[in-house]
């Protein structure tokens, strides 16, 4: 990976292989269901599937405000056994090479007020390969300039199998008594789950993860500070009496109660971690 998708990629913190692995979907988009083409509704985005005909780029013109600019249009109609809908791409002079006519594609779009596929995401076709980005559970990730959820699907499906690879650091008892998917499945499923179960369990198992780690965190730090000393203070009972007398009112039994728990830990040879509210 060079150029501009490695500079997008460094974007989004990615610079190894676990990097990209750990880069998790903010959602999953349901593409699983085909529509037939005489089903598709206006401003109903659907997954269609059928054969490319009559595919050509040609420059044609774009109203604005400041007047007219050219534009670059891809046009072309799909069908398939119900029906056919019109389609189009700008500025993607290449698809007319790439999906020449007789291509079989899936798109994905909206069907607008003309009753056309504008700039719809478009996979070929290819027999006894799983489609990537319909079909599934399509994971939808964080992006940056040049690189797209496209890409990082494309990209992360290259990696996958390195989830197989992880070490798994939960002992077998907590797993089981916590009903827990392992580690690299959960990876791999939420990424390219089979269905919503699995998608749940990863999600489940990760948010595990999350958690028990801030707290094995917090209790590092607590061990941590249980090795510190500190100089034990000696404060008699006499100095705290004439203390209290010398105030110009009276303690509140909570007050009283708080007194004493810091006298305590003051005596002792550990620093004092205690928050004082009131």
Excluded at 161 to 176: H, K
Excluded at 189 to 214: G, T, V, Y
């Amino acid at each position: 990976v060079r150029g501009t998708v490695a500079r997008g990629l460094a974007r989004l913190g990615i610079v190894t292989v676990r990097d990209l692995l750990f880069h998790f979907p903010r959602r999953h988009d349901d593409r699983r269901i085909l529509t037939p083409l005489r089903d598709a509704r206006l401003g109903q985005t659907v997954v269609v599937r059928g054969v490319l005909t009559d595919i050509r780029a040609e420059q044609s013109f774009r109203r604005y405000r400041q007047g007219t600019r050219p534009v670059l249009v891809t046009s072309a109609r799909i069908t398939d056994r119900t029906g056919t809908l019109p389609v189009r791409w700008f500025h993607q002079r290449y698809l007319e090479k790439t999906l020449p006519t007789g291509t079989e594609v899936y798109l994905v779009g909206a069907v607008n007020e003309a009753g056309e596929l504008v700039a719809p995401e478009v996979e070929r076709v290819h027999r006894g390969r799983t489609p990537l980005h319909v079909g599934r559970l399509v994971p939808v990730y964080p992006e940056a300039r040049g690189v797209s959820s496209r890409m990082l699907r494309y990209l992360i499906s290259l990696v996958l199998p390195v989830a197989a690879t992880l070490r798994e650091y939960l002992p077998p008892s907590i797993r089981e008594s916590e009903q827990l998917l392992d580690f690299p499945s959960a990876v791999a499923h939420i990424h390219f789950p089979d269905d919503e179960i699995l998608l749940a369990r990863a999600r489940e198992r990760l948010a595990f993860d999350e958690l028990f780690l801030l707290q094995l965190a917090a209790l590092v730090r607590k061990a941590a500070r249980g090795m510190e000393t500190a100089p034990a203070l000696d404060v008699s009972d006499t100095t705290v009496a004439d203390a209290i007398r010398a105030l110009p009112f009276s303690l509140t039994p909570s007050q009283v109660h708080a007194l004493r728990s810091i006298l305590h830990d003051v005596a002792q040879s550990l620093p004092m971690a205690r928050l004082l509210a009131g």
